[in-house]
């Protein structure tokens, strides 16, 4: 069955009794045993809830994982896996990593005596350069934020296997509709479940998926023993917004190119970065191994006076945080996404005061980019 389909079908038939289309919201802590010795499957929330539940095992079949987890956040979801991890423990991560990923490895996890060597993932050299005695794992992400470099997984995993390494993709851009890390050799796959798969910017959520079954049991043990676990309300969201993933990203990416397209054409933009752009360094690849580009754009403006005015006289954009929702929404990454990212390699990587990153939302793209034109005029 095609990804899309498994979204939609999320949920259905768990309700035996009533039948229900929609997973029940079990808003609920404790659950009464039957007899000592007997159980329903569940005695506490933060141990099991059916409504988690049936989010956590939509995932890993999406995923195609053994079994999935749901966090109370991306971020929660990051730590809960990081707990994997022991004392002298050397990881080797994505240079141009999600900034909250970086502050909570070198201002939490450091502290706890992990380290990491970042580079860029995209250059398997790199990865095999920073490789040392400790390293245990490989954290990348798949499509990375705000500049969109594309990692080649099998390859990066073909040397995790060869080296014994836990692979860990954090794949929050592309979702399992695009691209399954589990397939091409991940380990784990990570999301924050906050942005494209519950697509609505209304809630805020993380999913973790483990490929190895005894793996996924330790996986288990660490979710339950530190707790923070997505509430049954805000998993009925997640399942909600995911039944629609593969209509919004096809949407998504539709409007996505036409706007990159119409950006590079115009004279205040200097640079325009999309994966579906044929001269985007990892255009080829990506081809190969996902199945879309999705919908975030980067661009340069030509002068840094136009970034508070295109902030200020967008309308129809949102001047705010986040990404993957159907609302259409725009950040300046220097000062918001990635602030936590040491200056000097912001400025490596390009994330500079002239750029800009756009989170293409389902409107309709001649509004969009009606807005963006208007807001460049002045
Ligand atoms: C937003 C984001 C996170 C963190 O997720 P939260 O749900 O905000 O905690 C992690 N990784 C990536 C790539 C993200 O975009």
Redesign the pocket.
Known sequence: MKISTQAVQLGIGRDCKTGSISVPICQNATFRHPALGETTGFDYSRSGNPTRQALEEGIAKLDNGSRGFAYS??????TGIMTLFKQGDHLVVTED??G??RRLFDRILTEYGLTFTYVDTTDISMIESALTESTKGVFI?TL??PLLKFADIPAISALCREKNLLLIA?N??LTPYLLRPIDLGADIT??????YLSGHNDT???LAVVKDPELAEKVYFHHNATGAVLGPQDSWLVIRGMKTLGVRIDRHQENAIKIARWLKTHPKIKKVFYPGLEDHPGHELMKKQSKGFCGMIAFEVQNHELIPQILKKTKLISFAE???GVESLITFPEVQ?HADIPLKLREKLGINNLLLRLSVGIEDAEDIIEDIASALQG
């Open positions: 956040s991306g971020m929660a979801a990051i990593i999600y909250g990923t992400e990375t934020n954090d929050t851009f990570i999301y924050s479940a906050t942005k805020v959520a993380g986040s990404l993957g996404t």
